[in-house]
């Protein structure tokens, strides 16, 4: 019996054994065979990313070549067709390099070592591939927009239909967006293409560190294309100017805006008054100063090129050629006729040409780049407010935390962004200074040239250069003081006083000013304004304000804190001059008339070289000033309230007679208002 049961043991041992190797060769099998479907499908998802990335480029290729060309014989072509496939050469160049880079290698999907290949072909390409797409993806809503506007034409919509299916009738596609949007849906795919080789890829694999690396890259450029997505819309949605009717702006108030608006002013008048301190950002801050300074450096620089070339059209506007000045006989002046033609015909002319074209278009274009920045600078300081009301509190509703990531975002943007825009204008604008010195240099050239030709035909020309510059440097100066003496006397007659009569909305804002702040307060705009900066005032040439403090909030005398009758803001104190009025309404004086007997003769013309008129028979008038007079110019001279002065004329050159000619006893001769004068009869002693 013991036998039996040993036996029976053996038995059972035996075949215990022959089952657990029977299951480790099935083990070993099943583990052989899942790895090689582990291998087949990783080798499939390899040539499912290298096959699809060829076919992707192959119809991109096809929309921009084919499809575009055909688009383009249309009669007439789609408007802004360019801008449909803009930003897509650079996608197709990254993808051709890519594709390039898995190709040249000699190895094959099925091969061990091309895992190691395409990993290391994407992560030399990464920082490329971001640049590409994340400008393609940004601008995508603008071509879907485009796309909406074709389709809103129907004649149009169908013929480019018509183009679209016969320039690639194998895929059937029936618009433009079937090709555009390839993009879009590639770069989010490589992450998943990735990701599939990658779980079908044994850990033990030399590559598999290579290909993880690779997937999160891959992850990361989607999450910094969006973010970049993210910032480009925030920008484009900030940056827009709008002209808004007061209509249009009433319609748009509402509970929820004034209340929003109403919290920032309190907070802004926190600020003022220090109740709150500011939220101090030392760099942003540091970047919008540099951003203010090279905005006023482009207007300056504008405005004074615009002068140039004002001037320089009234000099070519002034044909001298076409005058005949009798010159027949006289050499010299004939020589100097056809110099002035030649400048003012050829050289000149191409002179404007290229400073518009290489100067004014380019400040112009760079002008305009300024508004998208001011407007996103101006918001983030709305954002801010919003910001610092709500940063205290511990939890956040979704409207608020929707306002933190809103200021986060633009804060971000113009961190990233404004010191490259600041660097760029810079470039731009010493490139322009550097042009502007070579295009002054050309006509210098081109000048030099033109009177080398008339060299032998002019007076002088025989002299040696050093009595040559020397006659030159006499007869320039001499020429200079001649013209000096008749600019002086033309200056003198056109600048004579004169007082534009105020119009009745004027009037009535002189008299609220001057009642409100005094009439030694009252200032007049004498150049346009434009705010480019937070409480700044936007004033037309003209208009009359009240000066409230001499300088800001930071101590800066060069923006002054007015009254514009209801506005108060600032303004550049070097765009505003004071306005001479009397403080109260002066005694009735009568009108400094000279008797009916002098009135006939001309009385003392108000030149530096006249003389005093001497006058035998005829009284002259001495008068008293009852009121100070400040000069605001060489034309004018000031005067103390009981000063006596002696009227010359009684009214400017052109007749009126509100302002008089007087000499006061220093000799000095100037203009005074009338009405600042009361009539004191007096006879020269014989």
């Not at 129907?154 to 079937?178: C, D, G, H, M, Q």
Request: with cysteine; aromatic share 8%; net charge neutral.
């Amino acid at each position: 019996m013991l036998d039996n049961l040993n036996s029976n043991d053996s038995n059972f041992l035996l075949k215990l054994k022959r089952a657990k190797v029977l299951y480790v060769l099935k083990s070993e099998e099943e583990e052989a065979a899942a790895k090689e479907r582990a291998a087949q499908r990783q080798r499939l998802a390899t040539e499912e990313l290298v096959q699809s990335e060829r076919n992707y480029l192959r119809l991109l290729q096809v929309s921009t070549v084919t499809i575009r060309s055909n688009l383009q014989k249309l009669q007439p072509p789609p408007p802004n067709l360019d801008n449909m496939f803009l930003y897509i050469e650079e996608v197709i160049d990254v993808s051709s390099r890519l594709l390039s880079l898995l190709e040249q290698k000699q190895v094959r999907p099925g091969d061990p070592l091309f895992l190691e290949t395409l990993c290391n072909s994407f992560l030399s390409l990464s920082s490329d591939i971001e640049a590409a797409y994340k400008e393609y993806l940004a601008n995508y809503n603008q071509v879907t927009l485009l796309e909406n506007s074709y389709k809103q034409k129907e004649a149009l919509w169908n013929e480019i239909v018509k183009a679209v299916k016969a320039s690639a009738p194998e895929v059937n596609a029936t618009s433009l967006s079937f090709f555009l949007v390839m993009p879009v849906q590639r770069i989010a795919r490589y992450p998943l293409l990735l990701q599939t080789i990658q779980k079908h890829t044994d850990r033990g694999h030399p590559a598999y560190a290579l290909l993880e690396e690779t997937v999160h890259t891959s992850i990361a450029l989607n999450s910094h294309i969006n973010e970049y997505k993210r910032f480009r819309e925030v920008a484009d949605k900030y940056k827009k100017t709008e002209t808004l009717t007061i209509k249009d702006k009433i319609n748009r108030l509402n509970t929820h805006s004034i209340a929003k608006k109403t919290l920032r002013l309190r907070q802004q008048i926190k600020h003022e008054t220090g109740i709150v301190p500011k939220l101090v950002d030392e760099e942003f801050d540091a970047l919008e100063g540099f951003f203010y300074v090279l905005e006023h450096g482009i207007l300056e620089l504008l405005e004074n090129v615009e002068t140039y070339l004002h001037h320089l059209q009234g000099f070519l506007a002034c044909k001298t050629e076409e005058f005949d000045l009798d010159m027949d006989g006289e050499k010299a002046p004939v020589c100097y006729k056809e110099i002035t033609t030649a400048l003012r015909q050829w050289i000149l002319p191409t002179f404007e040409k290229r400073m518009r074209t290489l100067i004014h278009k380019p400040l112009c274009a760079l002008r305009d780049l300024l508004v998208g920045p001011r407007n996103l600078i101006r918001k983030r300081l709305d954002k801010l407010l919003d910001y610092e009301v709500i940063e205290a509190k511990s939890n956040l509703s979704y409207e608020e935390q929707a306002v933190v990531n809103a200021y986060r975002t633009i804060n971000t943007l113009l961190l990233n962004e404004l010191p490259q825009f600041n660097g760029l204008a810079l470039q731009m604008i010493w490139s322009m200074l550097g042009t502007f010195s070579c295009l002054h240099k050309d006509l210098a050239s081109d000048m030099e040239q033109l009177f080398q030709s008339f060299a032998q035909q002019l007076p002088h020309s025989s002299l040696d250069p050093g009595a040559f510059w020397e006659w030159a440097d006499s007869a320039v100066l001499e020429r200079a003081r001649s013209l000096e003496t008749v600019c002086q006397g033309v200056e003198e007659t056109l600048n004579a006083p004169y007082i534009q009569p105020l119009s009745p909305s004027s009037q009535r804002r002189l008299k609220q000013l001057t009642d409100k702040h005094g009439s030694g307060k009252i200032y007049q705009v004498v150049g346009a304004v434009v705010g480019s900066r937070d409480l700044d005032l936007s004033l037309a040439k003209g208009e009359l304000v009240a000066i409230i403090s001499e300088a800001d909030t930071r101590g800066d005398k060069r923006r002054w804190l007015v009254d514009a009758g209801g506005r108060r803001g600032y303004a550049p104190s070097s765009k505003l001059i004071r306005y001479h009025q009397p403080a109260e309404e002066p005694p009735p004086s009568p009108h400094l008339m000279l008797p009916e007997s002098v009135t006939g003769m001309r009385r003392h013309s108000y030149t530096p070289e006249s003389r005093p008129l001497t006058v035998t028979s005829q009284p002259f008038f001495q008068v008293l000033a009852v009121y100070d007079f400040m000069a605001r110019g060489n034309h004018e001279v000031s005067v103390r309230a009981g000063e006596p002065v002696s009227v010359l004329e009684s009214h400017d050159k052109r007749g009126n007679p509100e302002w008089s000619l007087v000499q006061v006893r220093s000799g000095k001769r100037g203009y005074v208002p009338s009405n600042y004068l009361t009539v004191i009869a007096s006879f020269p002693k014989c």
